[in-house]
Nanobody
Framework: QVEFVESGGGLVQPGGSLRLSCEVSGSIRSIYGMGWYRQAPGKDRELVAHITRDDSTFYGEPVKGRFTISRGDAKNTVYLQMNNLKTEDTAVYYC???????????WGQGTQVTVSS
């Protein structure tokens, strides 16, 4: 059983900032990587940012230069700093865990981010 605690979503005006956090716990052998994905109404879920256990990072094209992913000292927490938010960033943001060894995927329940004036 893997548990997620996601926080930081909300309503923000265009040009504003938000910081999402995701902490995982439970029966996890090891963490291969963690990341954030998002899904807007009527669209497929897409990569926002992903960080591996050796701190390599990957970003979706729409967020490059505006979003930054990082891990906490305990390595079971991932943060997403989102700057210069745009209306098209509005979506439900999901935390993803890739378990080491099995490469099984686990997903959080999602947190809503709404960018609107």
């Amino acid at each position: 059983q893997v548990e997620f605690v996601e926080s930081g979503g909300g309503l923000v005006q265009p040009g504003g900032s938000l910081r999402l956090s995701c902490e995982v716990s439970g029966s996890i052998r090891s963490i291969y990587g963690m990341g954030w994905y998002r899904q807007a109404p009527g669209k497929d879920r897409e990569l926002v940012a992903h960080i591996t256990r050796d701190d390599s990072t990957f970003y979706g094209e729409p967020v490059k230069g505006r979003f930054t992913i990082s891990r906490g000292d305990a390595k079971n927490t991932v943060y997403l700093q989102m700057n210069n938010l745009k209306t098209e960033d509005t979506a439900v943001y999901y935390c993803r865990l890739v378990e080491g060894g099995s490469y099984d995927n686990y997903w959080g329940q999602g947190t809503q981010v709404t960018v609107s004036s």
